[in-house]
């Protein structure tokens, strides 16, 4: 008679859980993550060191504390519009109004606070709200007509910046209060080295938090899950190369302020999307609407909330904008803002066909896009050099993204 072996026992707390292969296997992982299409923020990334090295070669002040500290001052404000922009990418749909948005809500910051004596946060709450109903309007027009989003927020961004021309009238212009909280925040204010350094810990701490977290449920379900190795390796990394760029940028002015701000937005929606029912649910009506209606998501109101915060976050970069430029103006939202948000959240690795992206994506893309603005000025070259090849760099990234879509449909029907 044969007698089986005894089946050695698998400890749930053990770190020999099953098919555990530690750094070898998230290398192998990886790779056939890239090989079925799934490439992620790789591009943006690659573009990006492509840009530092090009750009450093010809001007080295290009890579100076000081000069990147601008960098981020200037990336901020149009960055929170991209981030709003990934909500709508998000489900296939667009938003072209974004860019005249913004500039309703820093003429609405002007007229309300400096020339009807409003409290500021009292202007910054109306313009926020004015740009939630703006959205919900949107959101309307689709669900209730079935009117595309192209040709709703293209109405509306011909009325939005008729709003705003009639808010500033004649004049055109209203300067805000150079020594006010906001103008400061928009131009100088920048974090002290130790508020720098403890926040640099945070996106380590919650990704080890949320690793481990996310762990324990898959070992309680008897699958495979990382090592804690691999998990706190990660951490450790993304740590050591946040204070290594704090290190690098209290060699000049700093850390900016509204930087922080922003980089703060990005980490709480991508853990909205990740991490929530919501953020799943745009996913999958962005994957497959119909199926996803039939699911028992509720369609309508992942189409409002998406249009809704994308034209707050609009809103709420026009503020920045304000601040960041002391003023007020009909130039405020016009020429390449809506060209520079939607080219930072497609170019930062968000489809344009929905149901694919990150939140980081509008943090690389917004950095890629001001990186080359800023590289071409130190060069002393002709701004018609940005938009050809901010466009080109945008054309790229809608072929990467074509490309890996038609992989990944042939990798599943293989």
Known sequence: MTVSAPVPSLDRGDERVRHDEGLRGELRAFLDRVRSGDLGM??????????????????????????????????????????????????????????????????????????????????????????????????ELYNRFGMPSFVATLAGLLALLGLQLYLLGDTGSINLPYGSPIVRFGQTLILPTWLSVVLALVPGAAMLATGLAERGHRVAANLSAKPLRILSLKAAATTILLLLAIFYLSLGRGVPAIFVLFALLVMATEYALRRTKWGRSMFAIGGNREAARRAGINVRNIYRSAFMLCSAFAAGGGILV???????????????????AIAAAVIGGTS?????????????????????????TLLNLSSSLRYMITGAVLAVAVIVDSLARRSRASHGRA
């Open 322 to 340: 304000a601040g960041r430029l002391a003023s007020a103006s009909r130039q405020a939202g016009t020429g390449d803002v809506n060209l520079n």
């Open 42 to 139: 790789l591009p943006v990334i690659v573009g990006l060191i492509v840009i530092t090295i090009v750009f450093t070669s010809l001007n080295p002040i290009f890579v100076a504390p000081n000069n990147l500290v601008n960098l981020l001052f200037d990336c901020s404000s149009v960055g929170l519009i991209s981030l709003g922009v990934v909500f709508v990418l998000l489900l296939g749909e667009i938003d072209l109004s974004i860019g005249s948005m913004s500039g309703l809500s820093s003429a609405m910051l002007g007229v309300f606070w400096v020339s009807s004596g409003w409290p500021v946060w009292a202007a910054i709450v109306a313009a926020l709200v004015a740009g939630a109903v703006i959205g919900l309007v949107y959101a």
């Open 352 to 376: 344009l066909f929905g149901g694919r992206g990150s939140a980081y994506s509008a943090l690389l893309g917004v950095i890629v896009i001001q990186a080359i603005s800023n590289g071409l």
